[in-house]
């Protein structure tokens, strides 16, 4: 998968409070028409044009698109860890800068899964 530039189209039943004519003939979910995934946005309009069924404005159907998108890249344990270390250090440099190093530990101390790594890890893959 790329940058965006892949994409879904279709053809779906827009108004969410009737469902479409029963003569409509849907695919299983009973409110799209017609779906195809673009793999190439260049091509894209002319697949519309070529294949998606025409519709009437104000007759219910519209078309819809939507991006194919790459998963969210997550941080690593280790990389979340630093960074919370260093997001507390500097928040208490700027309230606290005499007792910094003091508070860090407490804090260290009091919430120690918080700023772990496996931890992080184990979290990250429950969710």
């Given at each position: ?6 994409a ?54 519209s ?18 860890a ?5 997001n ?12 910094a190093?003091q ?22 893959l429950?969710?």
């Amino acid at each position: 998968m790329g940058h965006g530039t892949q994409a879904l189209v279709s053809v779906f039943w827009a108004n969410p409070n009737t469902m479409p004519p029963s003569e409509s003939d849907t695919l299983p979910d009973g409110r799209s028409l017609w779906l195809c995934t673009v793999l190439d946005r260049r091509v894209e309009r002319e697949i519309i044009f070529q294949y998606a069924p025409r519709v009437r404005p104000g007759s219910g159907w519209s078309y819809g698109w939507s991006p194919l998108l790459d998963p969210p890249q997550r941080w690593s344990g280790k990389r979340k860890a630093d960074a919370r270390r260093r997001n507390l250090r500097k928040r208490l440099e700027k309230t606290v800068p005499l007792f910094a190093d003091q508070f860090e530990e407490q804090e260290l101390r009091r919430r120690p899964d918080y700023f772990d790594p496996d931890s992080i890890d184990r979290k990250q893959l429950r969710k």
